[in-house]
């Protein structure tokens, strides 16, 4: 995904953005299955495979640039997500699906039916008392590489998280090249993590919790060790 896209998309999500049954399609990550519409959860993911399940069902149509602004979903049609996409049940969980996405943080996607069950869609919501571990995900030549970070290291990355201040000056979308992307997964002991994405020009490293906020220098040591 390119870095403009990623970002736009990010700004969105953090503004609460979603499509209820009774709505029309916007811009969001949508899509229907049996009767109920869900919604992409950019924060959320699984803490591995085990609790994937049995197929929910299939796309089988994708709506993008298709129909007009007040189109409703009918079963089987999503937004974003192409025709023959398969979604699955997650395991305790029944208002969560899954789609197997390679490239994504842990391996999936979840889309979330209504909020029933309350899961962390903001660093702010996250517990940090209870994180872990972390770890940091850098896409190689297209393949996913991964580095775990347990007790002081970890401690000191939340320490460098809560320590980002907000630059609304700093011009991410001027440079050159696209930012490289990192995506940070908080491991809390439960089966559903938060996860976040970070972002580096190759000196300021920075993210967006709710704004754009700058990240100390130091972050730097934990982002190069992918190098």
């Known amino acids: 995904m390119k870095w403009q896209t990623l970002i736009t998309v990010v700004s969105l999500l953090?503004?609460?953005?979603?499509?209820?049954?009774?709505?029309?399609i916007t811009w969001a990550d949508t899509v229907k299955i049996e009767e109920k519409q869900y919604d992409y959860r950019f924060h959320l993911t699984v803490a591995d495979s085990s609790i994937i399940g049995t197929p929910a069902g299939t796309v089988k149509r994708d709506v993008a640039g298709k129909v007009h602004s007040n189109y409703r979903l009918s079963n089987g049609e999503a937004t974003f997500l192409q025709k023959g996409t398969t979604l699955y049940n997650v395991k305790g969980h029944p208002g969560l699906l899954a789609v197997k996405d390679d490239l994504a943080p842990n391996g999936y996607l979840l889309y979330q039916h209504e909020i029933t069950d309350h899961y962390p869609l903001s660093f702010n919501e996250l517990d940090i008392e209870n994180v872990q571990q972390i770890t940091i995900t850098h896409i190689q030549n297209g393949t996913p590489v991964t580095a775990t970070w347990n007790d002081e290291e970890k401690d000191e990355l939340l320490r460098l998280l809560m320590d980002s201040k907000p630059d609304a000056k700093f011009q991410a979308y001027s440079m050159e090249q696209d930012p490289t992307h990192f995506d940070f997964v908080f491991y809390t002991g439960e089966d559903i993590l938060f996860t976040i994405p970070l972002f580096t020009d190759g000196t300021t490293p920075f993210w967006y919790p709710f704004e754009q906020e700058i990240l100390p220098e130091a972050m730097n040591k934990y982002l190069n060790h992918h190098d």
């Open 14 to 24: 953090l503004l609460g953005g979603c499509i209820s049954d009774e709505e029309t």
